[in-house]
């Protein structure tokens, strides 16, 4: 249960709608997170007062507080966000339409530094921001661009190197907040975050992933169509392959930055037809082949 | 973001945003920094009854007040960086009244 919204506000129970605006102004001005930056104790009273304020000031909710009928709870408006929680905050002098004058600061930072800050204007480089970026996995794996936009509204085109690992960091000079006088920008630093694929893996420049191929091209070999990160490629399967077969695809792996490419290994499955087949089974049957091999010999356990 | 979801997230109408993007107060790019400032706008007409002559007021010496604080934290970290004694007078001076 909420305190009483009178004693929030210091006020009697037969205050005037007048008082109570007065009294929350008083209280507000000295609370209010952003007309007191460097206060963080003041968020808390701030958002009890102006809840005091928001039921009191409407004459319908004080009467049926008054009455009992709803409790000093949820009646409040909603605060904030505040400004002076935001990074940029420092940086809206030079950013306004009109507004822009050199900082307040140059006759501070000419005593502490003297003549020559004097001459030269005192400068500090502008902050760094940091952002995160999701980037397709055959972007990050080929290289590719990707379009961004910056905490200033701005939006800018970037380039995805060939060959990204998720968590790499891109630097975007100049991209930061301003400086202060004829301080340079700071920069932008962009986390990329690679997403999965639904059928390749990665392993440094390895691309791996499973490639289904029926009994009979198992069985007599055979030259298939396989998916690689640089486009397709006719692949052979040697006569005699089996479900774990690896087979290397050189050079059609992930991009380096020299222009050549890791290797794709593509494991093989063999995948039974999805029907039962008679013809299938009745040669099973007679062959006595089958009978004889013991897939499991030597297995421990 | 775009003018309708900024005003339903600020709680202020259309018309009054287009009016502070006019005479400087919001930037027309509409960014969270630029909602939070609406916010502290829209308190200061609504709950303390400034006019949008002292808002502008208010608003400037605020700015300069952030930007203060933002270069003094700059200087503080190069002194944090630099040399534990250096670091130990400047405790020393800030805390000395006046």
């Known amino acids: 249960m909420a305190r009483d919204p009178y004693a929030v506000l210091g006020v009697a129970r037969t205050a005037t709608a007048d008082e109570i605006k007065a009294a929350y102004r008083k209280l507000a001005k000295t609370l209010h997170p952003d007309l007191n930056p460097g206060d963080r104790s003041a968020e808390a009273r701030f958002k009890e007062v102006s809840a005091a304020y928001d039921l009191l000031s409407d004459p319908d909710k004080r009467r049926r507080y008054d009455e009992g009928e709803i409790d000093a709870e949820g009646q409040e408006r909603p605060r904030g966000p505040f400004f002076r929680d935001r990074p940029e905050a420092g940086t809206f002098r030079w950013r306004g339409t009109g507004r822009s004058r050199p900082s307040g600061l140059q006759d501070l930072f000419d005593d502490l530094f003297g003549a020559s800050a004097a001459e030269t204007g005192f400068a500090l480089p502008g902050e760094d921001v940091r952002l995160r970026l999701t980037v397709p996995f055959l972007d990050a794996v080929n290289g590719g661009k990707a379009r961004l936009t910056l905490p200033s509204g701005e939006t800018v085109d970037v380039t995805i190197p060939a060959g990204t690992e998720d968590g790499t960091i891109l630097r975007l000079r100049g991209k930061g907040l301003p400086g202060i006088g004829e301080g340079p920008p700071g920069d932008a630093l962009v986390e990329l975050a690679v997403a999965p694929h639904p059928l390749y893996r990665r392993e440094g420049d390895l691309i791996r992933y499973d490639l289904p191929v029926s009994i009979t091209e198992a069985v007599l070999g055979a030259k298939v169509q396989a998916p690689t990160p640089a486009g397709p490629v006719v692949l052979a399967i040697p006569p005699g392959s089996n479900s774990g077969t690896v087979l290397r695809l050189r050079g059609r792996g992930v991009a380096r930055a020299d222009g050549s490419r890791g290797d794709c290994l593509v494991t093989l499955q063999v995948v039974l037809p999805p029907k039962p087949d008679r013809e299938l089974e009745d040669f099973l049957r007679r062959w006595e082949g089958g009978r004889r091999f013991d897939p499991r010999a030597g297995i421990g356990g | ?98």
């Open chain 2, 1 to 98: 973001m775009d003018v309708e979801t900024f005003c339903l997230r600020a709680c202020i109408e259309a018309e009054t945003v287009r009016r502070w993007i006019e005479v400087g107060l919001v930037r027309a790019e509409l960014t969270e920094a630029d909602l939070a400032r609406a916010a502290l706008i829209r308190d200061l007409v609504e709950d303390f009854g400034v006019n949008l002559e002292g808002v502008e007021v208010a608003l400037d010496l605020l700015d300069q007040l952030h930007e203060a604080r933002a270069a003094l934290r700059r200087v503080l970290g190069v002194v944090a960086a630099a040399d534990p004694e250096l670091k130990a007078r400047v405790l020393a001076a800030l805390r000395e009244p006046g």
